[in-house]
């Protein structure tokens, strides 16, 4: 097939990426990447709803991309944002905490609960203090280090972060098949893993499907819409702040005009040899 009619969907995109996780040799593949364990491990995961109710229509945050669980119970949130969130580390750990509580099954007794794990796939730059591209987070004392509990567990995944070298990891060659935006780059991806493979095979058979393919793009659009409009939001706020800062600028500037003014005069009316009571008659001032 020439290049020019090739078309294959972003698996940046939540749509997409729900789609190849639908196959379950794909989240094995995935989920032993992020978590580094080996695949063998992971004898089963079971995709359940990634739908929550939703407060507004337009509040993205209340959709998981994709949720699971593995056969030890263990839960997982996978999630990929695409647009700027300064409150990303409050939301990621409210829903965690949310998947926590509600448990099914726990009968009030602690001990029943399972290890809930959120991994946040985020197409910006979030954590400061790193370059790394894949942080993980626990809940730890603070002087010495040690776990508190491991009850609940964070994977960040930067994309922008990813070094142009490879680093060996599967999670590296994963994170290359996300950012892929050609065939060359996806075949390039899928070379050495069998699972990534499958994924790029799941992602052409989906970019062919008429009816996928127009949900695709009605996701992809309300994507590009939603950040056209905060940019939008964004410049017109600071056109705005200029506008008041200017105006702010001239009243302090007259006002500070003023108070000087009446300084020097009364400077000059006592240099003059004038007395105060006669000042505040001639410039009406009621002492």
Not at 78 to 94: G, K, N, P, V
Request: proline letters at 3%.
């Amino acid at each position: 097939m020439p290049n020019q009619e090739y078309f294959i969907m972003s698996p940046k995109v939540d749509f997409a990426f729900k789609e190849i996780m639908n196959n379950e040799k794909v989240r094995k593949g995935f989920i032993s990447a992020v978590l580094n364990i080996p695949v063998n491990d992971i004898k089963k995961t079971v995709l359940k709803n990634a739908n929550l109710p939703k407060n507004h229509e337009d509040e993205k945050q209340g959709i998981l991309d994709v949720y699971l669980t593995m056969n030890d119970d263990t839960e997982i949130d996978i999630e990929i944002q695409l647009s700027y969130m300064a409150t990303w580390a409050e939301r990621s750990a409210f829903y965690v905490s949310k998947m926590l509580v509600e448990q099914p099954n726990i009968n009030k007794v602690y001990s029943n609960f399972k290890k809930c794990i959120g991994i946040n796939i985020l197409d910006f730059n979030f954590v400061k203090e790193t370059e790394r591209f894949h942080t993980i987070y626990h809940i730890r004392e603070d002087s010495e280090n040690f776990c508190y509990t491991d009850i609940m567990e964070w994977h960040l995944i930067e994309l922008p972060k990813l070094p142009t070298k490879g680093d060996g990891t599967d999670l590296y060659d994963w994170i290359k098949f996300l950012k892929a935006e050609n065939k060359e780059e996806f075949d390039m991806a899928a070379s050495n893993n069998e699972y990534i493979k499958e994924a790029v095979d799941t992602l052409e058979v989906i970019s062919q499907d008429e009816i996928k393919r127009m949900e695709y793009n009605a996701r992809q659009k309300a994507i590009w819409d939603y950040n056209t409009l905060m940019e939008e939001n964004f410049s017109r706020g600071i056109l705005q702040g200029r506008a008041e800062g200017r105006a702010e600028g001239r009243a302090e500037g007259r006002a500070e005009g003023r108070a000087e003014g009446v300084a020097d005069l009364l400077a000059k009316m006592k240099a003059f040899g004038m007395s105060d009571s006669d000042i505040n008659k001639i410039l009406n001032i009621n002492p």
